[in-house]
């Protein structure tokens, strides 16, 4: 079963960084899927903010983009995402996720959606 679960989150100040976890049981990042990074503040939509294919290659919102920086481990299958020069409206409950992952469903193969919990990050003096 794949289960994702991420870490890293807390409390800094503006201008601070966090390094957010991501690790998978079920699935090798650098096999089976890709694996994004999304976020969500109280009353507002959830934010796709990065992303890293299997092969490496990423890709960031334009509203990170210097800011934030994601990379993976493969020998601990474990996916970061680097935050740094934090500010306020980065305050959020961020999410991993890895789209259309080949699972079997009975004798039937289909691609499905797996989600981590989420992890609070809060940027306030």
């Known amino acids: 079963q794949v289960r994702l679960v991420e870490s890293g989150g807390g409390l800094v100040q503006p201008g601070g960084s966090l390094r957010l976890s991501c690790a998978a049981t079920g699935l090798r990042f650098s096999i089976h899927a890709m694996a994004c990074w999304y976020r969500q503040a109280p009353g507002k939509q959830r934010e796709f903010i990065a992303s890293?294919?299997?092969?490496?290659?990423?890709n960031s919102a334009d509203s990170v983009k210097g800011r934030f920086s994601i990379s993976r481990d493969n020998d601990n299958n474990v996916v970061y995402l680097q935050m740094n020069n934090l500010k306020p409206e980065d305050t959020a409950v961020y999410y991993c996720n890895t789209p259309n992952v080949r699972t079997l469903v009975g004798e039937t193969w289909f691609p499905r959606d797996y989600w981590g919990p989420g992890t609070q990050v809060t940027v306030s003096s």
């Open positions: 890293i294919t299997t092969g490496g290659d990423t």
